[in-house]
């Protein structure tokens, strides 16, 4: 259905799908190395805190994509202690 809407071929729709989920892999293995190394300087540093950040924001382009990312949202937040959330 997709294909057809955007008048693609199936294995196009597939292709960029496949790019889109290796993209956000690498950003993620990115953002975890970063992190990483983050807490090894605060543990050299004897607990200060390093509040540099390199978060990176991805519009969505579809419905399904806003609300995966807000899901997503939500369960970080979660697994941070934050309990209570609201989400418009």
């Known amino acids: 259905e997709i294909a057809a809407m955007e008048g693609k071929t199936v294995e ?3 292709t960029e ?3 889109k989920k290796a993209l956000e892999v ?3 293995q990115e953002q975890d190395i970063l992190l990483a190394q ?3 300087a605060q543990a ?3 607990g200060r805190k390093i509040t540099t950040t390199t ?3 991805e519009v969505p ?3 399904d994509d806003m609300v995966r990312q807000a899901a ?3 369960e970080r937040a979660f697994a941070d202690g934050k309990t209570r959330q609201t989400v418009r």
């Open 12 to 14: 196009q729709v597939e």
């Open 17 to 19: 799908a496949r790019q």
């Open 26 to 28: 690498q950003r993620k």
């Open 38 to 40: 983050r807490r090894q």
């Open 44 to 46: 050299k540093e004897g």
């Open 55 to 57: 978060t990176t924001v």
């Open 61 to 63: 382009n579809t419905f």
């Open 72 to 74: 997503r949202s939500v």
